[in-house]
């Protein structure tokens, strides 16, 4: 079940939307009265109410904006309980002061905004004892770990729990709250209302993640990133799994540069089946997998990462993606399709994780790779690994090419006014390449439009290389079709809201 809070200045606001949220399909909703401006009129929100609902008043120390005395707060509290409200949210520290009354169920909560304790049992075993219908405890997940610690305590606790990690990093503990026992889980009711770090709007909650129907058969895949907010890979692959009526999920996993050493030990209590990698950990989970297929060896990167009867299996389908896109766009009648990009000269952009598959890919296929980094230090790293040139980025409008790719961020969304290469510098004999994919017609894309060059876009590649990461993921062929549909309604500014 899903419990979504809302938060308005005005009581009519704050009815009308309980109004909506019913209708919509909701079976909780938290009234969160410490927003409310003036005087709290509990007879207005609660006499007719259209569902049941969870009273909360909390203290801006707690994340809250209650601005009244203490006194009043309680009072405020105890009345919701004698007026029969569903439940009342009471902090383990006044619990005591908070009589049982009625049918009203009691819901003890704790917050720290700062970290997760080390004592969480201890913490957990204290606020069961406050009369507890159902324990609540939120707090910040600075590491990977604090996710796994806080799901371990929702399944192994005797009283009812809802155990919460606040932050992008704790995102998942949101998601997969059912599967671990909770009585049910928060979600904001807009995108622009969130009341706490890293909560999750219900639309997403609803729609993209159906939290509600994930079980203990679902198989879970996610996206490492940092960030991870910004990636329709989620998206994408949960469409994909609907479509096909799978009991999969896919999760936004947001782990931290330094971090990666607690993911990869989290993963068999978190039960993931598969990963997608990106940036910044494309390089350095290959040093975490037990096998990793020659390509993703011969990169030096991965980017999916498949756990099967204790083995981590590697791949780089960007490298895969990334060819069969440019093959398919320079293949010649003449010349069989392993030799289309003999001779053709191709300059990489960029020297992080997707521009290391595709100079390996080019260089594989006998290609004369170029490659410029505004860090050239990268550049030459990268190229004395796979036997590349390197220009310096200064000099990169002066190379004549016949393959331009973007391995950059540069002209990603919201950066959308940027380019990495000059328009005069492109000419129609040239094929552009961007791998940026939000949007599709970067700046760079316009440019080469307007040189009249041939051009793939980012949506191109993005939507390849999730096709294969879903095979290697499920085993079947991916809906492309639908994926390409997704992510083009998606990153079209139309749509964005």
Known sequence: MICVSLGRSRHARM??????????GAELVELRVDYIGRAVNLGRLMDNRPGPIVITARRRVDGGRWTKSEQERLMLLRSAIVAGAEYVDIE?????????????KRIISYHDFEGTPENLEDLHAAMA????????????ANTFRDNVRMLNLVKNAKVPTIGICMGEIGMLTRILASRFGSPFTYATYSVDK????????????TRLYDVKTIDQETELFGVIADPVGHSYSPLIHNSAFFDQKLNARYLPLRVPHDDLHNFMDSIDAIGLKGISITIPHKERS????????????????INTMVFHDGERLGYNTDYRAAMDCIIEMLERKDAPKENALQ???????????????????????????????????????????????????EDRHNQKVQLLVNGTPVGMHP????????????????????????PENTLLIKYAKEAQCRVITGVDMFVRQAAYQYKLFTGKD????????????????????
């Open 478 to 497: 991916a809906p492309a079709r639908l994926m390409r549909k997704t992510i083009k309604q998606a990153t079209n500014p139309v749509q964005i809201h």
């Open 415 to 438: 950066n959308v006014d940027t380019s990495p290469f000059n328009a005069s510098a492109l000419n129609q004999y040239m094929v552009v390449f961007d791998t940026v994919y939000n």
């Open 92 to 104: 383990t520290d006044i619990a005591s002061q908070i009589p049982r009354y009625g049918t009203t």
């Open 129 to 140: 004892e406050e009369d507890a219908d159902i324990v609540k405890i939120a707090t910040m």
């Open 343 to 393: 001779g053709v000269t191709a300059m990489v952009l960029g020297a992080g994780g997707v521009s290391r598959a595709i100079c390996w890919g080019l260089k594989q296929r006998q290609a004369d790779v170029i490659v410029t980094s505004r860090t050239e230090e990268r550049a030459q790293h990268l190229a004395s690994e796979i036997g590349c040139r390197v220009v310096p980025w």
């Open 15 to 24: 009815i009308g939307e309980h109004q909506q949220l019913v209708e919509q």
């Open 286 to 301: 290959l040093d975490y997998c037990t096998q990793a297929e020659a390509s993703a060896n011969g990169i030096g990167a």
């Open 194 to 205: 969130k009341m706490a770090p890293g909560q999750l709007n219900w639309k997403d909650m």
